[in-house]
């Protein structure tokens, strides 16, 4: 059987564009002489549609889009993904589902059995699964019976997952009831070392059934989400057999009877038509038609995953062109990097924002950088507006400010924020005059700690690199570096001390441990959900686990407000990850 | 049996703190001679304790506290809400339990079995349902058959609930099983109008069984949502016999055995301590030992949830005064007054922030709020500010401007939310000197349709009043002026043309439809989900009803980083309205 794995990227809520998108390569897969074409999940409304699902005419939108579709489908075996209603006057009222298509009509309709519920899977919100007794109900194509499955449906294998979160396992039902092939459409978003784990888990499950395993991705960037593609095809064994392209829209055709499956008769229904298949191949990850590739691997990942990120964003939102703050710091230069990645040199404009306190080395390195990427470049120095802010605010003051004494912590910390202030207000300036979107460029590691200045710094409508810790900023940076074969990234950019520069010889190291050292209690505190006892009996300091966490949690007011992230970690801030504000949980190490 | 009602105002994720606060109330209960006292739901935790249940010590921390507090327990019987661990290893780790406390141990515990998970409601997110077979099991308060139920439990009326989530009839199992009682503890935040759906449900609920019913509501505001108390009693007959305070903590005592219901052989377990249950009445609604009362209704309970919903964001978060922009207008007027409710006078200062466009009643009727109010007041002119940006970047764009043209309609937009910039700034930054949390006070109607200016007005903690419609602040501008027997709210700022004086001459109806078309529009919108087409049928016009949807869906972005906003309608923007920034979802009217 020959089999288009349709990898799409969809925009959300765009029914009439993604019906546009689903045909052209439904006439591509036919063109192509395979049997099926198997589209992601939800690929009707993209996913994830939140909330648009509880709009009753979204989801009559969406369920004519596919009637539009069934109409133009023939020979092909066309399998999408939509939202359908529950049938069931008791329960949430939808299914995520997927239909088969042929023959000018709806064949069958299959509904998701496991509907994840946690990270930023929201799914029992809107779902029902499917009905029991719907859950062994096969499909055939020629003459084969197929299983059809959704994403989370393959994922709940004792084996390799630490907690099963679901008693049922579809795929188990699915090979008892005698499918000959598992087919599962996914929407499974990028995060790093994500796919290796997708291939074991796919692998086993291959093996387990021993039945051929046909997994096809979502596409593309939306919101906070980056869904990687990989689509993936495992023979009988559990072979790793063909591998679609990663971080773009791709047409993949197997044909599963090279592979020695066990689906050794089929015959097909459309004999004849020349063989796209893939090359059998012993590397364990793969060639396909688009020729030999390895798999991107961490860092490289990550690049990638924000290049599309921030692509898909702005064309998804309707802009064109991006503003960022070039500081002459490593942060603002990786995003401006990503940022020429995505959009291109001409769209993309760097604005250096000197105050009393920069260092010449700041204008030169946001300058060299600016030059080594080719994009337009600007100094608005913040002088007139922080001074007007002396002298016609910080008086107002007085009566309650510290006489006679040092400048107090909170004049101190004041002055700081009204500079990033200024510095907010005149990129927000340029991004309302001129229609660009400006990108936020903080990491991961100063979000956490509440490093950063609500409505200053933190101002823009996509935060490119919110949840890439400070140091995988330097590897990213090396990264780009070492992609361009020349220091694109200034190397002073990279070596010296982070700084704010919102004080006189400020550096970031003032305030906060060492990044190695932050990065490190941060990631067990995040993304592990380790307390401090356990932080510390792993060997750091008390007084710092304690420091940082409670910077954490207190943060959370800031981050509340923070503009959307590009997911790439475990648990990014944001969507994912929903804590209370106004909270007390107090942390000790006893 | 005499049973006290422990309306308890908890802080999300402080264990030590809500354990002491248990056990004064068990303490209070136990001192009234009652038999029982009730707590709400996940009382230990506070709800909703959100993405802390996702950390295992967390959990552990909420188990010791539930032990501890069992051991003090004597004579009384004490229920308790908390977070239990999943004994099964596949499912979600969690259940939301109640224990019943007796002796000085933990004699059984309880587990909720409908999760809601829609709206603000994240339930199946950390919660798995309690086993089938632990739902029809009891407990015994002296000789009493009870049947304990958390929340939701209740809700699952098919006479009354227009599509049933759930499969499960919790509460009519703990009838059949035979429970003589039935107690609900629960965690229901306020929304207009819920308490008298609340009571309907309830009542129907008691007559339908058969049943007394105890429902114990928390109290107290948690981020975005408040909790009103008004937890309640019904007979056997369904007739309400008792309701504690709203929007107050409040320890409710009643003897059920005097309003004749199905207990009437029961003796309790500590005879001889004094009467101190709620006298029977005909009222409807009802007396408690607090004395007669009227439940509140609409525009006073929204008043009223929006001063304890502040308070409790600023006391929980660690504030003790509030700063606000007062630009005389009805907005921060109405936001004034609910923080001087809330926080008292001299906690609150009002900055008035005078522009070039600003008229004089603008500062008059500011200061004529502020005197009315008894708060701290400032006038800080942004000219100096406003200069700075004139001088020092609008020049900037020089090269792309728009030569010998009027002002174009960027340039335009720019200047104003520059003003708009270097208010937040300035609000900031008295925020950052002097401790004072900023309070935002834009609408819920401008919100929805971005008529506001991010990192500008949109600069705040607290989004106070951003859950009620303009037409709404109307009301409650002159439920505040009715209640105080005088204009508090000048006059001049509730009749004057809303306005935001940003440029010469302006209206906000320069910009919108009349408000009370926009909030019918956006009413049906947003809390309804209808779409164009129906709005329109409804007799609106269709330009108009799409032109708000598109400023609605493209406003997004700006909500998404908007602060946290106290709920009071069915559906606030926030936490229960998740919306896709990057989609394309086109309405159409045919």
């Known amino acids: 059987m020959k089999i288009a794995l349709a990898q799409i990227n969809p925009t959300v809520g765009d029914i009439a564009g993604n019906t546009r998108k689903i045909l052209d390569f439904i006439g591509r897969a036919e063109a192509a002489g395979t049997h099926a074409v198997v589209f992601p999940e939800l690929c009707l ?3 994830p549609p939140k909330d648009l699902l509880l709009k009753p005419k979204f989801v009559d939108d969406n369920l004519r889009a596919l009637e539009l579709i069934a109409r133009s489908v023939n020979n092909i075996h066309a399998i999408i993904g939509f939202a359908q209603r529950n049938a069931n006057p008791i329960g ?6 997927v239909a088969l298509l042929h023959a000018g009509r709806i064949v069958s ?3 998701k059995t496991l509907l994840p519920t946690y990270d930023v899977f929201d799914e029992t919100r809107y779902f029902e699964p499917g009905p029991a007794e719907l859950r062994n109900q096969l499909v055939r194509i020629g003459d084969t019976p197929v299983g059809l499955s959704i994403c989370e449906d393959l994922w709940n294998d004792e084996r390799l997952i630490s907690r099963r979160l679901y008693h049922q396992n ?11 092939i598992m087919i599962n459409s996914s929407a499974s978003p990028f995060v790093v070392g994500k796919h290796d784990f997708r291939i074991q888990l796919f692998s086993a499950q291959a093996r387990q059934f021993g039945r051929p395993l046909v997994y096809v991705n979502q596409v593309g960037g939306n919101d906070e989400l980056v869904f990687d593609g990989n689509s993936v095809v495992f023979d009988a064994q559990g072979k790793l057999i063909a591998q679609a392209k990663d971080f773009e829209e791709d047409l993949l055709i197997v044909d599963l009877a090279e592979h020695g499956s066990k689906v050794q008769g089929f015959k097909g229904s459309r004999e004849g038509s020349p063989a796209l298949g893939v090359p059998h191949s012993n590397s364990p990850l793969l060639t396909t038609d688009h020729g030999l590739r390895t798999p991107t691997q961490g860092i490289e990942s990550i690049y990638k995953a924000l290049v599309l990120g921030l692509r898909d964003y702005l064309r998804k939102c309707g802009f064109k062109s991006a503003v960022l703050g070039l500081s002459g710091g490593i942060d603002s230069a990786v995003t401006c990097a990503l940022a020429v990645a995505a959009l291109g040199p001409d769209k993309v404009v760097g604005v250096a924002m000197p105050s009393r306190f920069s260092s010449d080395h700041s204008i030169a390195d946001a300058r060299a950088l600016a030059e080594n990427l080719g994009v337009k470049f600007q100094i608005v120095p ?15 003051f007085a009566q309650t400010a510290v006489r006679g004494a040092d400048p107090t912590e909170a004049e101190n910390l004041t002055d700081q924020n009204v500079q990033a202030r200024v510095r907010g207000g005149i990129l927000m300036a340029f991004s309302n005059r001129l229609g660009h979107l400006l990108l936020t460029t903080g990491n991961k590691s100063e979000l956490a700690v509440g490093y950063c200045t609500l409505y200053g710094d933190m101002c823009g409508g996509l935060a490119v690199i919110s949840d890439v810790p400070k140091t995988t900023i330097y590897e990213l940076a090396e990264f780009i570096n070492r992609q361009a074969g020349r220091d694109l990234i200034p190397r002073n950019s990279i070596s010296k001390p982070p700084s704010a520069e919102l004080r006189p010889n400020q550096t970031d190291q003032d305030s906060l441990p060492p990044y190695d050292l932050l990065d490190a209690i941060l990631h067990r505190y995040v993304e592990e959900e380790k307390s401090a006892a356990d932080i510390v009996k792993e ?10 966490i409670k910077l954490c ?21 944001g969507f994912g990850r929903r804590m209370p504000i106004a909270q007390n949980y107090q942390q000790t190490v006893d």
Chains 1, 2 share one sequence.
Not at 382 to 396: C, D, F, L, N
Not at 539 to 548: E, K, N, Q
Request: avoid cysteine; charge should be positive.
């Open 382 to 396: 913040i002088e007139p507006m922080h001074k007007a802010y002396e002298s016609a605010v910080y008086p107002q």
């Open 170 to 180: 579809p795929i188990a039902d699915l090979h008892a009831a005698g499918a000959e």
């Open 539 to 548: 060997g750091f300091d008390a007084p710092t686990v304690l420091r940082i």
């Open 109 to 111: 309709q299959h509904f």
């Open 92 to 97: 949430r009222p939808l299914h995520n589902a």
């Open 45 to 47: 409304t993209g996913y």
């Open 553 to 573: 949690d207190r943060s959370e007011y800031k981050r509340r407000q923070a503009a959307p992230g590009l997911k790439v970690t475990s648990r990014a801030f």
